[in-house]
């Protein structure tokens, strides 16, 4: 049994002022796809067999909104809200579904190229996720016992500040 997973990085961060055409975009990006993952694996494929987990991926966006980022804050707080109501429709179908909230940069190729100085310093005190890491809690999470689900996961280095 496989689980549903659905992930999208949206890096796009424009000012209120000039974020208009992009909104859309980056809901759809993030919330329209989840949506539609719950639709087409939860609901059509997953619920009549009775059982499943569904994983999406959030982030601090999730869960708070920053200067800068309102189209990615409500797109991200839609998705939270989406896998929150998903739950609760089709857990008592057998449905596992999960939020799990990426408060912290993952330890990748394109972060270390991309951010060298800053990464290598994280690095150095175990402040960036390790994929391995982030995939154990995922898999626990799949594994979990329907007596005991976990709705929502966050995962931050020990260093990171919330």
């Known amino acids: 049994m496989s689980p549903g997973k659905q992930?999208?990085?949206?890096?796009?961060?424009?000012?209120?002022?000039?974020?208009?055409?992009?909104?859309?975009?980056?809901?759809?990006?993030?919330a329209l796809s989840a949506f539609l993952v719950g639709r087409e694996v939860g609901a059509k494929r997953m619920a009549p067999r009775g059982r499943g987990t569904l994983l999406f991926t959030g982030a601090t966006a999730s869960v708070r909104g920053a200067s800068g980022f309102s189209a990615f804050s409500g797109a991200m707080h839609a998705k939270r809200a989406l896998a929150q109501s998903l739950a609760r429709e089709l857990g008592p179908l057998g449905v596992h579904v999960a939020h799990v909230v990426v408060d912290g940069a993952i330890d990748t190729p394109w972060i270390r190229s991309n951010f060298p100085d800053r990464a290598a310093a994280a690095h150095e005190v175990g402040g960036l996720l390790r994929p391995e890491s982030m995939a154990e809690n995922y898999l626990h999470l799949h594994k979990q016992p329907r007596d005991a689900w976990t709705h929502e996961l966050d995962l931050r280095p020990h260093c990171e500040k919330w």
């Open 7 to 30: 992930r999208v990085h949206a890096a796009v961060f424009p000012s209120v002022c000039r974020c208009a055409p992009r909104q859309a975009k980056v809901w759809e990006m993030c």
